[in-house]
């Protein structure tokens, strides 16, 4: 072919993957309106490598997930090789040495004290392996900075380029959720000022008010995470899940599982929260706001883009999963290009509209961030995880837990008393019960709470705090088959000290 009949070829192939991408946009918006098993389209499964998916990344969180689940697998058969001798002379002794080398858990001889008329709890011991189990993980500090770089760039300087300087992100409480920074939207924890679970991710609004203020404290006095005169945004990014395999049974319990009821109320939160503070702090106390779905069956997210005006709808978004396979064959800047195209055609703007720029940008960092998992669920799992439900391994109770992150690891429901919770508890409780009790194993609570050491007296204010839950849920789930652990940590907002563990009263 000759050259200048080539080039026509290769623009008139250009200009039609640019329209499709412009219509994808547009089409999803209409299809996403729809019922999820009505677009639960096929799978495509590749072997190939999208060149926007960071292989190094999904790595480095393979290895920590077989690390993590190895070490819950590795209970059970502990327990029960341990379980025939527990009558033999000396077995406590033995049983807490073989705890300590094969589970790296340090629990007393006195835990393993058995007679024949009082035979071990072994559910009992399984559920305090599980959250001694957690909190070991937890101490062992994973490196969550995997994708801190993006095109070389840090996270912090992308989002400050983009009018953003921090993140406020609310998941729901469901354990499928529980890699939702890491992994699925695999956003560094530099950039992330607060994360806190809800039920159906129905957020406290006072609370996330509160969040801003704090944030914007540190801008005024200490110029941190930047100086108070820089035109940026605090950002508020509310996440709710549904399942393409089984929309009718699988999705959010919180909203029987209807993923426009689930979408919508998140909507209504955010929309609130923005209300809430532009009239406590006047109009020029702007906020940004981002509604992003899950997939949990895939990993793949829809992220509702801000149109012109910064309103998003339900029944307007972007798939991950659907960018993926239309970009899966371009060279790197030809696919972030075509995710720009379809950001804009989403937002309804051109492409190079100035005033919607930095919320674009972010909206196509998530997608092109997300590409990894996609890949990475293709790869391992055929495009989809083998079981659509829950599996997770505990509750947990008080402030969030995000130094350990893995699918279905745990359910985590964020309050400072039982009564302001008990919605979101119910629901984790009756999530555990489900795959814990036919098996007779006890469920599995942590009650996690965080001090200040800078501030006097807020660690007895954490204890007194933590015993008060860990009593609260004793008494309102008396049924027994719940084993109750109260643990608090330190730290100064950055780095955190060693888990201390309050003894169990409860």
Known sequence: MRPQALYEARRSGAAARRLRLERL???????????????????????GHHLLADNAVSAALRRRAEEIDAAFAAIEPVLRALAPLQFEPGFPELAARRVSSELRLEMPESAFAARWNAPLDLSTLHARCVVGTFCRLIERAFDRGLAELSEGESAEALIRRWGFHALD???????????VIDNILRIPPTVVAYRQSYAGANFDVSDSVRHWESVELGRCRAAHPNPADEPTRFMKIGVYHFSSADPAHEGCAAHGSDEKRAAGSLLKRLEQFEAAVRKLHGAGAGVATLLIGVDTDTDAIHV????????????????????????????????????????????????????????????????????GQVEAVRRHHGGRYPEAGHGEK?????????????????????????EEGDADLDVGVKVLRHHLAPRGLKLPVLVHCRYDERVPGSAAAAAVQARRLQSAIARRYPEGDLYIAAVLRAGDGSALTPIETLECDA
């Open 25 to 47: 946009g547009r089409d999803w918006g209409n299809a996403a309106a729809a019922p999820a098993a009505d677009r639960a389209s096929p799978v495509t499964v590749t072997g």
């Open 169 to 179: 992100i609310t998941p729901c409480a469901d354990g499928r959720l529980s890699g």
């Open 304 to 371: 509702h883009v801000p149109d012109g005006a910064g309103r998003m709808e339900v029944g307007r978004a972007l798939c991950s999963r659907v960018l993926y396979d239309e970009t899966a064959g371009m060279a790197r800047e030809e696919a972030k290009e075509a995710i720009r195209t379809a950001v804009a055609a989403m937002a309804g703007v051109a492409a190079d509209d100035p005033t919607t720029e930095g919320m674009r940008w972010f909206c196509g960092y998530v997608l092109k961030n997300n590409f």
């Open 394 to 418: 505990l509750i947990v109770v008080g402030d969030a837990v995000d130094d350990v992150q893995l699918r279905n690891l745990a359910y985590q429901a964020q309050m400072r008393t039982v």
